[in-house]
């Protein structure tokens, strides 16, 4: 179940949204003169990369909420690339994009292109990831309750004992909150150890190898944390494989996640995060800085839900 500061957020999202689209149909903007002219709203958004459910899953929200208030969209992918982001988004720039929603590939190596955006008066929403450099709003996932969820699940399912491990990712800000979160609920029980962490660069193919890796040197394993289900899911081939009862556990909610969390077998929870609600809100929040509001805040945090298979049925982004 969502929680009640999520649905206040949706609330006033929705409420910007009606604003924005009364504002629209009647009146002009400043400088725009009495000629009855409207200078149709520009929205980009820049993805880290567009290969992966989660994400398509919030383009769909982004450009369902963007035709709703007659806006026109730029969307772009970085497939990873921090130089394609960059000069992704100073092509939109060019293009005299109103907003900009960003998905940053590198937090810090974006940095410049938001400064270009933010010179030119372009509004800046971070989303999922935080950039550095004056954004105006960031929205994403509580990550540190995600690894926290996940990891108090995982000591409640071995009775306080057991030998763990963690799958890593990238070093960005998300993740190691993650992992944060995860070992300080691990730690809250002192017949849990954690005996090996390995990165897995939140890649199936990559983290198949590294799983195989943590399985061969450590034969008493009983658990395994990833900081993200596309890790996870190679995990689980590798653990699948060898035969070994390791019981695994991860975040994002991705669909082949959640059937393998109803068959029951070696992948009992994911801490499930909300991309469709992540880019609404960003959209929401870009649209009242877009208005003249004063009271935007800086960071907006949205939920997450610990999926297990009591819960999982019929759950979807």
Known sequence: MKKRGMKFLMVLMGLVLIT??????????EGEGNTGAKKDLLIGISFQELNNPYFISMQKAFEEAAK????????????????????DIDDMIQRGIDILILNPTDSEGIEPAVVAADEAGVIVVAVDAQASGPIDTFVGSRNYDAGYLAGKKMVEDLGGKGKVAILDGIPVVPILERVEGFKAAVAESSGIEIVDIQNGKQDR???TDVTENILQANPDLDALFSVNDGGALGALGAIEASGKDVWLYSVDGHPEVIEAILAGGAFKATSAQFPADQVRIALGMALAKLWGAEVVPKEVPIDVELITIENAEGFSW
């Open 205 to 207: 193919a990559v983290a």
């Open 20 to 29: 924005f689209g009364c504002s629209n149909e009647a009146g002009t903007k």
């Open 68 to 87: 709703t208030i007659g806006a026109e969209v730029i969307i772009t992918d970085a497939a990873h690339d921090v130089a394609q982001q960059a000069n």
